[in-house]
């Protein structure tokens, strides 16, 4: 969390790696396919909207074309300016299943004009 704030004060993004893999169990969980499935989105790549919400850039690792096909979509709706998440509340829901007890003490980033 200290290394996110630093990032946040002095504009540097915060790039993260190994996100899908660090929460395959999480990504795995229904409530969280239910609300990707909400989106029109996977779970792996509602993770990443959710890391880009938090200002976040997350590195993308795949060799697989389909699901560089899904991630780069997703970033695109997210510059494009779709919020993905229809308010905080889902914020800090997908941020209490993924174990985010502090997501509080993260910098607030509210939508793609963080990006």
């Known amino acids: 969390v200290e290394l996110r704030h630093f990032c946040a ?8 790696f190994w996100t899908l893999t660090a929460n395959r169990d999480a990504l795995a969980t229904p409530e969280i396919k239910e609300m990707a499935d909400s989106k029109g989105l996977s779970p792996q790549t509602l993770m990443y909207a959710f890391m880009m919400r938090l200002g976040h850039t997350p590195l993308d690792g795949t060799t697989n074309p389909g699901h560089m096909e899904e991630d780069v979509a997703v970033m695109g709706r997210i510059h ?5 998440f229809a308010n905080d509340e889902e914020v800090r829901r997908m941020a209490e299943i993924l174990g985010l007890a502090e ?6 980033m509210n939508s793609s004009a963080n990006l």
């Open 80 to 84: 494009e300016g779709d919020d993905i």
């Open 103 to 108: 997501l509080d003490k993260l910098p607030r």
């Open 9 to 16: 004060q002095k504009g540097v993004k915060y790039q993260s």
